[in-house]
């Protein structure tokens, strides 16, 4: 049992292997927040005080009783017009034009195992791996009633919140603000870490002090974003990678998003996730509900690199689905950098050759095969095959290719159009615009209005006709612009964003229902929407549309913090790089891109020597021998590549007998000192042997002492040791 109720103080505890959560209906009916982390015996609310606080308001319940405030007790789900002056995690726009909500308790339930949420994604468990608490708290002059739904992982360490807002009453109110997670801390000394960047350099790690004032982060761009990801950490100041404590609150969902975090008059902690508030107005009628999708929390003892390595396995086994999700994935080629829109079918057919030679799986055709589409500024929506192009049919060309032995895969970018396309002048309606006014463009393309069915149904069977059209076992979703023109011509304007993104998630749910055996990654111009929501349809997503091994080794850093390999699409790419003019060796650049499960080339062979042909049919060699343990193993950050010379990762199989080191040196000098790369989550006592030399090591030497790595001249060399237990 994970969830306990004790009727006499009304105390709420929830237990995970090593945390406890509790929280109280104190004697008002307010629900309050009494612990969260490490944990502990009895009951918490003793740790509640009560002070007469100056200009900090009482309910008019407490009878006269100035030191009860909830300005300064630590709540659930803090609410606007209760006397907190804080940041609330709902805001509710009544039908009398006030924007008071004072939830007090009404009743409670725990159930065994965790339901889904109506049209979203979230946190999946058979019967037995969870349970359930949803407390019912209610606002009695407007009857909005708030189930907030609290579910334990136990084995996972694992508790997931969403909160489901329902107007009881009979007047129309607004939702203007809605979180599903609030964490009230007593007390200061806490730091946000957040992963924040921009196209082509995304999820870099960011930390500061929770000081006096807010701290906001979040997306009005329509999708979770390049600029700053939907998942924190809350850290101790003192905490580190290894040590100290820390919360994560991860977000599972795909758009508008906000997080928030306050120190408040006392030096209290207030952290919330939840929707964006901006561009959300979205209104109840009688009876009407809305889901705010989930926050996952997950508590550490020991630094944020067991946080991470609790949220991959979260990710892994409770969020992915579909038959991808525990299968090691195919090695691509991707036709993007090799040909941008410069494509045709017999280039195709020859990467097909290229591939089929090299020893990769499958290959994919990237944006360009479609409509009139020769560059950017046309074609989206026309989702027709350009048969010109490809020289014959597309069943045709799959055949010819799956011939070679080699799959096939398509890219799609089902949300967008371009003006000068087919379907635009035939359906200019269908696009997110606001009447009388100019739309704002991005990559000269406009955003079709996902929150309308029959828009989505009609591109739906477009892209089905494609897929119909012969053996496609991948498919890249695509979205590459953020969205501005906020108006829908049938949704209430209120509701766009979030029903746009719940569009998004019908669309997908439904291709994975008819097409099970397709793999999809996701992608949105790199890392654009890199979320667990999105990991809920596309178990892989590709990283970002930086390929540069060394820029990549911070992004895929940053991204390591919450997302588990298996979910990162990564490939060898031609040097100079595209995106950064960089030349890396071929070594470097398939080290790197084994940090992820989607591993794959995005690259002419064509243009190869033979000599580089021949390293990379060796490297898809040593990347099927690994495959199974970066997809499932745990992943320990051995460096910091924003300081460290070197950065360096280590997984370690689930038995614990293999684990493969990889190490990329960021700095070169003359007469260079030697770097001892120092590693994690081995066993001390147990002796491991380094598969390349033959040398064994204890468990504890490598720990504490490290592996001196060798002084060899050369920018960004890269080392990939392998070590067995013996
Ligand atoms: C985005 C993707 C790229 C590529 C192009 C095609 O930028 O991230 O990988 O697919 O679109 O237009």
């Given at each position: ?14 237990e995970t292997a090593r945390t406890t959560y509790q929280m109280k209906a104190d004697d008002l009916g307010f629900l309050l927040h009494l612990y969260y982390g490490a944990k502990v015996s009895g009951n918490m609310d003793y740790l509640l005080t009560y002070y007469d606080r100056g ?122 603000k809605a979180a599903s997670a609030c964490l009230d801390f007593l007390t200061d000394g806490y730091d946000l870490i957040c992963f924040c960047g921009r196209h082509s350099m995304e999820r870099n790690f960011q930390r500061r002090e929770i000081a006096r004032g807010n701290c906001i ?385 995005e690259l002419d062979p064509g243009t190869m020597t033979e000599e580089e042909k021949e390293e990379v049919k060796q490297q898809i060699v040593q990347y099927r021998k690994y495959a199974e343990l970066i997809r499932t193993g745990d992943y320990y950050r051995l460096s910091d590549p ?85």
């Amino acid at each position: 049992m994970a969830i306990y109720y004790h009727q006499n103080n009304r105390i709420f505890t929830l237990e995970t292997a090593r945390t406890t959560y509790q929280m109280k209906a104190d004697d008002l009916g307010f629900l309050l927040h009494l612990y969260y982390g490490a944990k502990v015996s009895g009951n918490m609310d003793y740790l509640l005080t009560y002070y007469d606080r100056g200009f900090s308001g009482n309910p008019a319940e407490s009878a006269m009783n100035r030191t009860y405030s909830l300005d300064v007790l630590p709540q659930e789900y803090p609410c606007v017009g209760t006397g907190d002056y804080r940041s609330s995690a709902l805001i509710v726009h009544n039908g009398d034009g006030s924007d008071c909500c004072d939830l007090r308790y009404v009743s409670h339930e725990i159930r065994q195992g965790k339901e889904s949420l109506q049209g979203l994604p979230a946190v999946y468990a058979d019967r037995e791996e969870a349970e359930t608490l949803e407390i019912v708290l209610e606002d009695a002059v407007s009857a909005v009633r708030v189930r907030l739904l609290y579910s334990v992982l136990e084995k996972e360490d694992i508790i997931t919140r969403s909160a489901e807002i329902i107007n009881g009453g009979t007047e129309k109110v607004i939702v203007e603000k809605a979180a599903s997670a609030c964490l009230d801390f007593l007390t200061d000394g806490y730091d946000l870490i957040c992963f924040c960047g921009r196209h082509s350099m995304e999820r870099n790690f960011q930390r500061r002090e929770i000081a006096r004032g807010n701290c906001i982060i979040g997306s009005r761009r329509g999708t979770s974003s390049h600029q700053y990801n939907p998942a924190v950490i809350v850290a101790r100041q003192e905490t580190t990678e290894d040590m100290g404590s820390c919360y994560g609150m991860m977000f599972v969902y795909s758009g508008n998003f906000m997080c928030e975090a306050e120190q408040d008059q006392f030096g209290q902690t207030r952290v919330m996730m939840g929707l964006q508030s901006d561009l959300f107005h979205y209104p109840l009628e009688q009876g009407e509900k809305l889901v705010v999708p989930e926050t996952v929390l997950c508590y550490s003892d020991e630094g944020y690199g067991k946080l991470s390595r609790q949220y991959h396995r979260c990710i892994r086994e409770h969020i992915c689905r579909g038959t991808y999700s525990h299968k090691i994935r195919p090695v691509l080629l991707n036709s993007w950098e090799a040909m941008y829109f410069d494509l045709d079918g017999e280039k195709i057919y020859k990467l097909a050759k290229e591939a089929a030679a090299l020893g990769i799986d499958m290959v994919v055709m990237d944006d360009g095969w479609f409509g009139k589409r020769e560059d950017d500024n046309s074609g989206l929506g026309d989702w027709q095959v350009n048969e010109e192009k490809l020289g014959c049919s597309l069943g045709e060309l799959i055949e010819k290719i799956n011939h070679l032995g080699v799959r096939f895969g398509i890219w799609i970018e089902p949300e967008m159009v371009s003006e000068d396309s087919r379907l635009y002048r035939e359906h200019p309606d269908w696009v997110m615009k606001v009447p009388g006014r100019k739309p704002v463009y991005a990559r000269n393309q406009l955003v079709l209005d996902f929150s309308r069915k029959d828009v989505r149904d009609a591109i739906f069977e477009n892209i089905c006709e494609i897929l119909d059209q012969g053996n496609i076992e991948y498919i890249k979703w695509d979205m590459n612009r953020s969205i501005a023109d906020i108006y829908s011509l049938t949704t209430d304007q209120g509701k766009v964003t979030y029903d746009y993104v719940l569009g998004v998630y019908d669309f997908l749910e439904k291709m994975m229902r008819k097409y099970p055996n397709v793999l999809i990654e996701g992608c949105s111009g790199g890392g654009g929407r890199f979320d667990a929501g999105m990991m809920y349809y596309t178990p892989q997503i590709w990283c970002s549309d930086n390929t540069d091994a060394v820029d990549r080794l911070r992004i895929q850093y940053g991204t390591s913090f919450f997302y588990p390999a298996c979910t990162v699409g990564a490939h060898v790419s031609a040097v100079p790089n595209h995106q950064t003019g960089r030349t890396t060796s071929l070594r470097t650049r398939g080290v790197v891109a084994m940090a992820g499960g989607g591993f794959g080339y995005e690259l002419d062979p064509g243009t190869m020597t033979e000599e580089e042909k021949e390293e990379v049919k060796q490297q898809i060699v040593q990347y099927r021998k690994y495959a199974e343990l970066i997809r499932t193993g745990d992943y320990y950050r051995l460096s910091d590549p924003f300081c460290d010379p070197y950065v360096s990762w280590l997984i370690i199989s689930q038995d614990g007998r293999q684990a493969l080191l990889s190490v990329v040196m960021l700095e070169i000098h003359g007469n260079m000192k030697v770097n001892y790369v120092k590693l994690k989550g081995l066993e001390r006592e147990a002796l491991y042997e380094e598969q390349n030399t033959g040398r064994s090591f204890y468990g504890s030497a490598l720990m504490e002492a490290g592996l001196p790595m060798p002084v060899e001249l050369g920018e960004y060399r890269a080392y990939q040791i392998e070590l067995q237990m013996k």
